[in-house]
T-cell receptor
């Protein structure tokens, strides 16, 4: 069983389109995250959700809208895609209970290419 | 979160111990040291973490200096599959998702056959 699964694995789309990336975790974790890894390989956090509530929004453009229907799912919808959105997007989850030092579990990534 | 400094790249012979250093001289008393690795564009993988004491698990050992200003990740018998980018991260634990792993540039470790 895959702990954190993302779909699709690859996504090629034209500028201006709207697309979604889905993420599901079966670990029972309370907190989920979206990270973006650009062409220079820097990993940067975009959002975190705890029990469906948005906690962190790292000055991401409004075109990016995360949605958490339940604590096991965190989807990422992107409107009006731009060339600069091309990157690998990683979903992650963690127990994130107060004082709990558990590590994050990451998905295998979605490679988004905007042409 | 405190910043970390790691060498850009390192090589290690297969079968030998790989020792990856990390400097975190501004670490606070409540910050943990975490290590992750990323194998060729896969998702980052948790390796180990520690606060003050040295730690060991099935993947690696973590040695933290007494003043906590630096640490070393040790892969005892490196294999070719250990070739990856290794990230050292210091992290304060906060409430309910209001904390984040901040990745630096990491060390690219290459295991040489």
């Amino acid at each position: 069983d895959t702990a954190v699964s993302q779909t699709p694995k690859y996504l090629v789309t034209q500028m201006g389109n709207d697309k979604s990336i889905k993420c599901e975790q079966n670990l029972g974790h309370d907190t989920m995250y979206w990270y973006k890894q650009d062409s220079k390989k820097f990993l940067k956090i975009m959002f975190s959700y705890n029990n469906k509530e948005l906690i962190i929004n790292e000055t991401v453009p409004n075109r990016f809208s995360p949605k958490s229907p339940d604590k096991a799912h965190l989807n990422l919808h992107i409107n009006s895609l731009e060339l600069g959105d091309s990157a690998v997007y990683f979903c992650a989850s963690s127990p994130a209970q107060r004082g709990s030092p558990y590590g994050y579990t990451f998905g295998s990534g979605t490679r988004l290419t905007v042409v | 979160d405190a910043k970390t400094t790691q060498p850009t790249s390192m090589d290690c012979a297969e079968g030998r111990a790989a020792n990856l250093p990390c400097n975190h001289s501004t670490i606070s008393g409540n910050e943990y040291v975490y290590w992750y690795r990323q194998i060729h564009s896969q998702g980052p993988q948790y390796i180990i973490h520690g606060l003050k004491n040295n730690e060991t698990n099935e993947m690696a050992s973590l040695i933290i200096t007494e003043d906590r200003k630096s640490s070393t990740l040790i892969l005892p018998h490196a294999t070719l599959r250990d070739t990856a980018v290794y990230y050292c991260i210091v992290r304060v634990l906060e409430d309910f998702g209001n904390e984040k792993l901040t990745f630096g540039t990491g060390t690219r470790l290459t295991i040489i056959p």
